[in-house]
């Protein structure tokens, strides 16, 4: 590719680089030690979420180098930057975790900025943690530049005693010292040995489930998203996502190109065939909002009742990234999705071929038992189910993967955060057969809508994850496992029914025929509503306020502007 030929006319880059009254800001370039010619080339915007806060961004600035050379081999301009990212692993179980989903809107908002301010003409963006692999898929169809996106990889899973563990286990390691099960030396052994490399979680947690809709959704090179963050075979991936996204500059082809309806529902068809993290049903809205495409919670889940459950993959099932990849990658599962009807093959991919063009030499890999064939599913409906009801109107999800009761009634035990609902959990102040309601943690009365991975987790470590179910306007880990309802809205602190439900109200949950409901009639719901009292939260500055103020739903992916169907102009074409 001679990136030579490739006319500035129409390129961002044209206004800081093109004419004598760019002059000032091509001297910064020569500052940085750029030639002529590379200023001439476009310049091309090489995002990462590196930092040190844990081993799922550690190893992407290492990554970013080799990015950087292939776009220097096919005549590019590479210019390297940085944003944050919160990882949930520690943010989990305290105040940080508020912190984690507003991260989101931080990281497609400050890749925008810096690709704004600077005229980068396209990017290439790399990620490893729950909430950076949307930010920076929410940035890429923002813009609306020729992108492509590189997920950093997985961890490797950790051995204790002759089995294999993930962080999940740790978890629930701690449910279980708290009931005496096991003692502080085997716990400190667990945590020692779960996570022994640089990568993000092992299971088809959050990261690997969105990792996954990168692949399928054509943001991200086959098999690129597979490889474990550990495996130097990863550079070759990365060196071709560098030299690709010169191709992709040539033809024009963009995010919105990409991601389109049916690209959308491609990738909710992945996550519930995986059993994914329900977090993904917030996330695929929120993509499908910077392009202007509606697709919320409910368009989500009507892809989910039609998909089968395939990838028997941890928290439900027994096997972790690193062997998918290697009984076939993703493609095997898109493959054998694909040829039983449920993907769109028509799909434009980053590769400049269509999803099935891609797919055509994929050959099935009998020798595994990784991913099952479609039409022999583990089982006919998909591992995430949502559900609505007149507890929640705008509807709710729950994970189903791994469960063999889908049906759950009992009395509700209400907590108004989560820390009380933990501290419950922690001294078995439950009763089996309870409802667990924990409300007033949605994306605006949280504020930030936190994961409540230590209470399920505890839960399950205490032999209670079939005994007992919970409910919560918050979200649940990709970790979590058991009766576990996540998203319900209208959130408790805009006066939704979570937020009228008492000790002792009688709480159905049909994850088969997807209701969720309580025995109250409309007239008593409606006398609640009046004497309801919004409450106010320890948030009354910073950054968490700030988003409070302006974010919307969780049926429409907790968004915090208007969209792409509201835009005036686009940043590529300016």
Request: proline residues 5%; glycine residues 12%; aromatic residues 6%.
């Amino acid at each position: 590719m001679d990136a030579k030929v490739i006319s500035k006319a129409k390129l961002p880059s044209r206004y800081v680089t093109v004419g004598p009254a760019r002059a000032p800001h091509r001297s910064y370039l020569y500052a940085m030690g750029l030639s002529a010619a590379e200023i001439a080339q476009p310049l091309v915007g090489v995002a990462s979420c590196w930092n040190e806060a844990a081993p799922c961004n550690i190893s992407l600035m290492r990554q970013a180098q080799v990015v950087k050379k292939g776009v220097a081999a096919a005549n590019g301009t590479p210019r390297e930057f940085c944003t944050i990212t919160v990882t949930d692993g520690i943010a989990m179980g305290h105040q940080g975790m508020k912190s984690s989903l507003v991260s989101r809107e931080v990281i497609a908002d400050s890749v925008e900025l810096t690709m704004r301010g600077h005229c980068y003409d396209a990017l290439v963006g790399l990620a490893g943690c729950d909430k950076s692999l949307p930010g920076m898929m929410m940035a890429m169809v923002r813009l609306n530049v020729p992108s492509i996106f590189i997920y950093g990889g997985s961890i490797l899973p950790g051995s204790y005693r002759g089995r294999q563990i993930t962080v999940q286990d740790v978890f629930e390691a701690v449910g279980q010292h708290s009931v005496g099960t096991i003692g502080d030396a085997e716990l400190l052994e667990i945590e020692q040995a779960a996570c022994p490399s640089a990568g993000s979680c092992g299971a088809q947690f959050t990261a690997n489930t969105m990792a996954t809709v990168a692949e399928a959704i054509g943001l991200a090179l086959p098999y690129s998203c597979g490889a474990p963050a550990p495996y130097e075979m990863r550079d070759r991936f990365n060196f071709a996502s560098g030299e690709k996204i010169m191709e992709l500059i040539a033809k024009n082809i963009r995010p919105r190109d990409i991601v389109t309806l049916k690209a959308l529902e491609n990738a909710a068809t992945v996550v519930s065939a995986t059993g994914g993290s329900t977090n993904a049903a917030l996330h695929l809205p929120a993509i499908a909002h910077e392009a202007g495409i509606k697709f919320d919670l409910f368009d989500v889940a009507k892809i989910f009742e039609k998909t089968p459950y395939i990838a028997d993959l941890k928290p439900g099932g027994k096997y972790v990234a690193k062997d998918m990849f290697e009984a076939g990658g993703i493609p095997l599962l898109m493959k054998t999705l694909l040829d039983h009807g449920y993907l769109h093959g028509d799909c434009l991919t980053v590769t400049g071929r269509t999803l099935a063009e891609n797919m055509q030499h994929v050959a099935w890999n009998e020798h595994q038992d990784v991913v099952r064939p479609a039409n022999k599913p583990i089982t006919q409906t998909g591992g995430v189910v949502g559900l609505k009801g007149n507890l929640a109107p705008e509807g709710a999800i729950v994970k189903v993967a791994g469960m063999a009761e889908l049906k759950f009634s009992g009395p509700a035990r209400c907590f108004d955060s989560e820390e009380e609902c933990f501290e419950a959990v922690t001294h078995r102040n439950y009763r089996e057969g309870e409802v667990l309601v924990i409300r007033y943690e949605g994306p605006r009365g949280g504020p930030g809508m936190r994961e409540m991975l230590s209470t399920t987790a505890a839960l399950y470590g205490q032999g209670m994850g079939g005994k007992v179910a919970l409910i919560t306007d918050g979200r649940f880990s990709g970790a979590t496992r058991g009766f576990c309802i996540g998203h319900v809205g209208p959130e408790a602190a805009v006066g939704g029914p979570i937020g009228l439900i008492r000790d002792g109200d009688v709480i159905s949950i049909d994850a088969v025929n997807g209701t969720i409901e309580v025995a109250l009639s409309d007239s008593e719901l409606a006398a609640r509503a009046k004497t309801w009292k919004a409450r106010t939260t320890d948030y009354q500055s910073g950054a968490i306020w700030k988003y409070a103020q302006t974010v919307g739903s969780a049926r429409d992916g907790a968004v915090t502007h208007p969209g792409g169907a509201n835009e005036t102009h686009c940043y590529a074409d300016i």
